[in-house]
């Protein structure tokens, strides 16, 4: 089986905007994607949880469009749009309807162009309110909901861009001023910082002259600060534990290791090393864990890739109620020691590589994605063709080459490993006063 | 508008929409295997990732009270082993295949499937057919599913939304109807499931009319019907497979009036909110009006709850409302989680605009929005396989006429605001609604009796502690 060869152009605009066309013409459907090179790693200490703040005003209305219009344009047109901030990066995107594709580029344009024009404190004191919603919704009401924050927060010492997550904090977010945003979006949502990728049944001679038209005479910004933060050691050096209460029935079992950032062939076999190990019912821990020793009640093992440092390779196993913590956790990281010693077998490998084809193929069917990986490639690695080599790179890792990345990274001194235990109500009543 | 300034230029005069490219639903083609299985294949060139579900009647709505979760954990049980090799040989055996057997059961039906590439479809098939046809259901594996199911519903107590929808539920729906229980079962009839009510429930006969097989994606050069002939050639013929359901399930209404019940949840930060009563069927006639209804009120970005519940209070990450349309009628629900302190605003806000959907027929821009949004999104639907199939499913899940698919958008644009009006007040209940609240009732409690929205009955239950073994 080959997955299909995806085909684009890539070029620049004048003030720098990268744009990559990509036709399908399959069904009446375009996806148009941008990404920011602008995440929460580019967030200055006591301005956390800007960057995604900022991508909520991004719906509050630009120079030409009303407060919450873009949606609204968006799904009269039979779209559906939504953006995301991440580490390294803030992206928005639109999948409409193929005549509607100018509507999502004049939209993001507009944007991209006059957003301060539109910037208001009552907007920015509405989304400040959501925005603590959505952590509230997302994090603090959710069982097992800050590992997310504790977990970078060991693996990225204080200071590193990575050490804080990007919700941010609260007491930031209050501090934030109307002209600190605008001082966020004058610095980064320029074109000279942006990836415009348009994929799907467009004719690329008329997408091209529509984001001429209305790309074109955005400034670009000359000043971007470069980014470039100190090199971390690739492992953390000593293992860090921390136990954390929380209003949890069963306790959880989290493992995070520093891993290669993106673009390491080490990350590859990393992946092919979690899909063995977790991947589904066939895998190592499901196996062992939650089938043969029926002492963890769900597995999981996974990397986030990054681009200014290490990655995290990363995973969990929930305790059964008549299991122990002791016992899952002697069998994860047991698991994690041996897939390091000894090579996993030509039929694991062969299946996890047959699964992780199926995947790639089952995403890129998807213009949006396709969409969102070629500016994803684009961004953190300068090469949307990355698309076209991501198989490959699979299909190229060995036995041995999983064996040497689990040695050297799934180790005592690499590990943070925080339990979840369940609080006793004691404890629960006076965390809540 | 300054055109010597060129971002005003360029920016100041709003694109126009191109010509639409027409857009049809793939066509399917019907037929059916020499046992009278329903087969429908849709050829979709380009599509090489082919997914096949195979449906079938066995829904959690079918089954007795006191065995309630058997229907989900049948299906989860089937990938779990069958006459041939156990459990990790079959997922191995997938695995090499590059295919995923998926095997999953809603109030109404079982659809077991594998999405695979087109070039190993034959395979997928044979194993398909083999946990369809000769499951294992070992005990092993079935007592340990029971138990991941059960420590899932501790889970789910702690979890503010799965907790207020299992109290939404058993608030709308009289204690006798299946709708009042998780599909997936209660603790109590969890703990009494075992391998041999599993074989039963999955020999119980069910509708023949309700079952058929669905195979999407590029199939040049495929013959299906060959390849299926022989591994389902003689389904629904079977005597397990015969003979409607003997009784229909009676669905009971649990609210004679307003309730409001208030979930205890110490020390939570936000509340969360379930307003609403018994919805309706799919198969109702309103099916279309109700569907932009519910755009306008809970289901657009732009509908009134999130308007006015986050873009112009901030009292939640999202607000939404809308009828979870089954065989029966299943629930409808207006929900948000809102910060504590906004639990009764936000609650007085979200009553408004139920009782103002109902006053007055929607505006002109509110009707061509989810008309729009309906109509123009449904090509953006059905881009790959799985959802294509999914669609095709629901009409056979359903009993719906062949053409559903085909009438859908011409029947929402035809939908007018006097009928969304009609449909609101027909099908929106404001004199006996439930309002659930998880939050913290020491917090909210007192506000919350004083609002006058109804008696407030507060459930103060330990959230369960695990004691380690």
Redesign the interface.
């Known amino acids: ?1 080959t997955v ?1 060869t995806v085909r684009y152009t890539d070029e620049r605009l004048p003030n720098g905007l990268r744009l990559v066309i990509s036709e399908d013409h ?4 375009v996806a148009v994607n941008i990404w920011y090179d602008v995440g929460s790693k580019h967030e200055q200490p006591g301005k956390t949880g800007f960057a995604h703040l900022f991508e909520h005003v991004m719906f509050q209305g630009s ?2 469009v009303a ?2 219009e873009h ?2 344009l968006v ?6 749009m939504n953006g995301t901030t991440w580490l390294d990066r803030t992206n928005y995107f639109e ?1 409409m ?7 999502a ?2 939209l993001e ?2 944007r991209m ?2 957003l301060l024009d539109a910037l208001s404190q009552e907007n920015l ?6 925005v ?3 952590k ?3 994090y ?4 097992y909901g800050t590992w997310q924050e504790k977990l970078l927060g060991h693996i990225y010492p204080e200071g590193h861009p990575y050490h804080h997550p990007t919700i941010g904090s609260m007491a930031d977010l209050d501090a934030a001023s109307l002209e600190d945003v605008a001082a966020f979006f004058r610095t980064y949502y320029a074109p000279n910082n942006a990836v415009l990728s348009i994929v799907g ?1 467009v004719d690329p001679g008329q997408a091209r002259a ?1 984001v001429g ?2 790309f ?3 400034a670009a910004n000359p000043a971007i600060p470069a980014f470039d933060p100190d090199p971390l050691p690739l492992t953390l050096g000593g293992e860090i534990r921390e136990t954390v209460p929380d ?5 959880r079992i989290y493992v995070g290791f520093r891993a290669p950032r993106i673009g390491d062939p080490r990350l590859y076999a990393l992946e092919i090393a979690a899909q063995v190990l977790a991947g ?3 895998s190592r821990l499901h ?1 062992r864990l ?2 043969d020793e ?1 002492v963890a ?2 597995v999981a093992m996974f990397g986030l890739g990054f681009s200014s440092g290490p990655s995290v390779f990363m995973g969990w196993a ?8 002791e016992a899952v956790e002697a069998a994860l990281l047991d698991e994690l020691a041996r897939i390091g010693v000894d090579p996993i077998s030509d ?1 694991e490998l ?2 996890a590589k ?2 992780i ?2 995947d790639e ?2 995403a890129l ?3 949006s994605e396709r969409a969102d990986r070629l500016s994803m490639y684009a961004t953190l690695l300068d090469d949307p063709d990355e698309i076209n080599r991501q198989l490959e790179r699979y299909l190229a890792v060995t036995r041995e080459d999983v064996r040497a990345a689990c040695a050297e990274l799934l180790v005592a001194a690499n590990r943070v490993v925080l339990t979840y235990v ?1 609080a ?2 004691g404890a ?2 006076a ?3 | 508008m300054n055109l010597s300034d060129p971002v005003e230029a360029a920016l100041g005069v709003r694109p126009v929409p191109g010509t639409p490219r027409p857009f049809t639903f793939p066509a399917a083609s019907r037929g059916r295997l020499s046992g009278g299985l329903p087969l429908v294949t849709v050829h979709l060139p380009g599509r090489p990732l082919v997914s096949a579900s195979l449906y079938l009647p066995n829904g959690a709505v079918d089954e007795p009270a006191d065995e309630g979760g058997a229907a989900v954990l049948t299906a989860r049980a089937l990938t779990e082993g069958t006459l041939r090799r156990d459990a990790v040989a079959l997922t191995e055996a997938a695995e090499r295949l590059g295919a995923s057997l998926r095997a999953e059961a809603g109030w109404d039906a079982t659809v077991v499937g594998v999405d695979v590439p087109a070039e190993r479809l034959g395979p997928a098939l044979e194993l398909l057919a083999e946990v369809v046809r000769e499951p294992a259901f070992p005990e092993r594996e079935v007592e340990r599913l029971r138990d991941q199911r059960l420590n899932d519903l501790l889970q789910a107590k702690v979890d503010p939304a799965r907790r207020a929808e299992e109290a939404f539920i058993e608030t709308i729906y009289a204690a006798s109807t299946p709708y009042a229980r998780l599909a997936g079962g209660r603790r109590e009839t969890v703990e009494a499931l075992d391998a041999s009510i599993l074989r039963r429930a999955y020999a119980r006969p069910g509708d023949p009319g309700r079952a058929a097989l669905i195979v999407g994606g590029d199939l040049a050069g495929i013959d299906v019907a060959g390849l299926v002939e022989p591994l389902f050639g003689d389904l629904a013929a079977g005597a397990a497979r015969v003979g409607a359901s003997a009784t229909e399930p009676s669905i009971g209404d649990g609210l004679d009036r307003t309730r409001v019940r208030l979930v205890h949840r110490p020390g939570a930060v936000q509340s969360e909110l379930r307003v609403g009563h018994l919805g309706l069927p799919r198969r109702t006639p309103d099916y279309h009006a109700v569907t932009v209804m519910a755009m306008i009120l809970g289901g657009l970005f732009n509908s009134r709850l999130n308007m006015k519940l986050r873009e112009e209070k901030g009292y939640t990450y999202g607000a939404g409302a809308g009828f979870d349309f089954r065989r029966f009628a299943g629930p409808f629900s207006a929900r948000a989680a809102v910060n504590t302190d906004a639990t009764v605003p936000a609650l007085v806000d979200l009553l408004a605009e139920l009782r103002r959907i109902r006053d007055a027929a929607p505006t002109d821009a509110e009707m061509r929005a989810a008309r729009d949004y309906l109509v123009g999104v449904f090509p953006l639907r059905f881009e790959t396989p799985g959802p294509i199939v999914g669609a095709l499913g629901g009409i056979v899940t359903f009993g719906l006429p062949e053409d559903e698919l085909d009438r859908y958008r011409p029947a929402i644009d035809a939908v007018a605001a006097g009928d969304v009006l009609q449909a609101a007040r027909a099908h929106l209940h404001l004199e006996r609604i439930a309002i659930v609240v998880v939050g913290d009732a020491d917090a909210v409690g007192a506000d919350l009796e004083k609002a006058g929205i109804g008696d407030v009955e507060v459930v103060r239950e330990a959230e369960p502690v695990v004691d380690e073994a």
């Open positions: 089986m299909p399959l069904v009446p459907v120079r030409h407060k919450a949606i609204a799904q009269a047109a039979g779209g559906s999948t309807p193929s005549h509607q594709l100018e509507l580029l004049w344009a507009d162009g006059t004191d509405n989304q400040r309110a959501v603590k919603n959505e509230r919704s997302s603090d009401n959710q069982p049944d529509w038209r209305y074109g005479p955005l209003r949890v029935p069963l306790p589904g019912k066939g196996r939650v089938r029926q009640q769900d929930t305790v059964r109620p008549d299991s122990t913590i039929d062969g299946r047959a699964l084809e199926t193929l089952a069917q998807r213009v369940p006793d109500a629960r009543s965390e809540a006063a």
